[in-house]
């Protein structure tokens, strides 16, 4: 039986070297999620080293 929704609210918390994220979001499936929280955690890497 599928879900009635069209999306869904999604939270992750991670932490990247000393800093600590926190992604929100409503997505259609979990590699949506996945997705966001690794372009987030790169993001981060690489602020984090100067690029």
Known sequence: ???PWKHYSSYA????G?????????VK???DVTDLARYTADHIR???SGG
């Open 1 to 3: 039986m599928p879900f």
């Open 13 to 16: 918390d991670m932490r990247v």
């Open 18 to 26: 000393s800093t600590i994220i926190t992604v929100a979001a409503q």
């Open 29 to 31: 499936q979990p590699k």
């Open 46 to 48: 690489k602020k984090q």
